[in-house]
């Protein structure tokens, strides 16, 4: 049983079996978090998880089907708290997965400081642009631009909440590539693996998932380029297994 509230739906999340409250009027989740969930490491028995500008929980509730550790969301807007926790309790997860109110800045301070073994974090994309976005929904506009935290703010409290040795991952866009990376440095977050996504063949790319260890050792591995869909309009194999689990 669940209680939705207002314009609120309760969507599947197909591959893992569970289902997530959504709606029409705050921003939902992309294929960019199906594509971090899938791309981080995971301790599979037991460990600390942090997900950072959480929204409405999905990439804990991805991961939760990936591990037994104990999973931890961080988001600063009450609905989406609320939403988030909601779902969690649908799907009968309280005892591995919750969804805290907090600001990504400082974040440390509230939660403790080198105490996860993995911090994930689908932080906001775009620079503050008022043109951009200033006729735009208070919940979108938050998900999508840097008005409550930017990408620096992002990677500085992961380097704080992450063990030494831990791993962190970001979902991104190419054109911020050599930005994340100087801040990973900055904060000694060795950049380990990253994987350029593309719309399918022959187009750019529109999607990077990079990931580094804390304190660690230099020697970046670049992965196989991934495709979304087919040139048939179709989704490849790849994205079928991580949507639907076939």
Same mark, same amino acid.
Do not use: W
């Given at each position: ?20 409250? %959504? ?14 969930? /899938? ?10 998880? $942090? ?38 309790? @649908?799907? %009968? ?22 105490? @996860? ?22 919940? @979108? ?34 054109? /911020? ?44 591995? $670049? ?20 949507? @639907?689990?076939?």
């Amino acid at each position: 049983m669940v209680i939705l509230k207002g314009d609120e739906r309760l969507d599947h999340l197909l591959a893992e079996g569970l289902r997530i409250i %959504q709606s029409p009027s705050v921003f939902s989740f992309s294929v960019d978090a199906v594509l971090l969930a /899938r791309f981080t490491y995971l301790p599979i028995q037991k460990g600390n998880i $942090i997900d950072l500008c959480s929204g409405n929980g999905v990439i804990p509730l991805f991961l939760s089907a990936r591990t037994k550790g104990m999973i931890t969301g961080v988001e600063i807007q009450d609905r989406l708290v609320d939403m988030a926790n909601r779902s969690i309790h @649908y799907n %009968q997860l309280e005892n591995q997965v919750k969804v805290v109110k907090g600001d990504v800045k400082g974040i440390a301070r509230q939660l403790g400081y080198a105490k @996860y073994d993995v911090v994930t974090c689908n932080p906001p994309y775009f620079p503050v642009d008022t043109n951009k976005h200033k006729n735009e929904n208070e919940h @979108y506009a938050i998900a999508r631009h840097e008005i409550l935290c930017t990408l620096e703010d992002t990677i500085q409290s992961a380097s704080q909440l992450v063990k030494h040795g831990g791993k962190v991952s970001f979902v991104h866009r190419p054109g /911020r590539l050599l930005d994340i990376v100087t801040l990973m440095r900055k904060y000694e977050i060795e950049p380990k693996r990253i994987q350029l996504v593309y719309p399918e063949q022959g187009k750019e790319a529109n999607v990077l998932l990079v990931e580094g260890i804390k304190k660690g050792k230099p020697d970046l591995k $670049i992965l196989p380029p991934l495709y979304i869909y087919e040139t048939s309009g179709e989704y490849t194999k790849e994205m079928r297994l991580m949507l @639907y689990g076939d």
